[in-house]
């Protein structure tokens, strides 16, 4: 079956300081990847995404994510954590069934 | 831009109520889909649909069914509203992930639906 996990519900980071989002995944064949992001009132914006190939994406606003297909992760790191950068992460998995699921979320707190 | 319009941002409706959710997107995209976003379960996946007349079960797919009579246009039908259908419906659609590059959601702004 087909679905994502994210083990933290809520993270609460520095300005400044490095982040690590983590994300699992479960899927049967070659999964596609994303992260979205959503700001409080606005509607999901696509971070980053990997299919195939380099297993580190690199995408909007800073994020990059690395593809572990042996733990079966791929989670979202940004060195250096800006306030903007406060709002829920999702992460999610698809494939060539065009369906794709997302994990309950991690919400980011940055404090001054 | 691609847009993917929902009709409403806030509806309320009483229990018992059928309700119509319509999303049309402007881009001619074949997939479309329908979350429901509720605090602490993320988006779920309610039904999808990969062509006209065509849809598939989500995860969550009891108390809701859809229409798709035309490509752009993607309903979400609430038979009998309950009190624990309310939530945020978001909308998204897509090109088909089996073609490379293809591989993005685009979302609608989403309709704060509440049930009395």
């Known amino acids: 079956a087909q679905s994502v996990t994210q083990p933290d519900i809520h993270i609460t980071v520095s300005e400044g300081a490095s982040l690590e989002l983590r994300c699992n995944y479960s899927y049967g064949a070659t999964p596609y990847l994303f992260w979205y992001v959503q700001s409080p009132g606005q509607g999901l914006q696509l971070l980053l995404k990997?299919?195939?190939?380099?297993?580190l994406v690199q995408g909007i606003k800073g994020f990059e994510a690395e593809f572990k297909r042996s733990q079966s992760s791929f989670n979202l790191r940004k060195p250096s954590v800006h306030w903007s950068d406060a709002a829920e992460y999702f992460c999610a998995v698809g494939g060539a069934t065009n369906k794709l699921i997302f994990g309950t979320g991690t919400l980011l707190a940055v404090q001054p | 831009d691609v847009k993917v319009t929902q009709s409403s941002r806030y509806l309320v409706k009483r229990t018992g109520e059928k309700v119509f959710l319509e999303c049309v997107q402007d881009m001619d995209h074949e997939n479309m889909f329908w979350y429901r976003q509720d605090p602490g379960l993320g988006l779920r996946l309610i039904y999808f649909s990969y062509d006209v007349k065509m849809k598939e079960k989500g995860d969550i797919p009891e108390g809701y069914s859809v229409s798709r009579e035309k490509k752009e246009r993607f309903s979400l039908i609430l038979e009998s509203a309950s009190t624990n259908q309310t939530s945020m419906y978001l909308c998204a659609s897509s090109l088909d992930f089996r073609v490379r590059g293809n591989e993005k959601l685009f979302f609608g702004s989403g309709t704060q639906l509440s049930v009395l």
């Open positions: 990997y299919f195939s190939g380099d297993t």
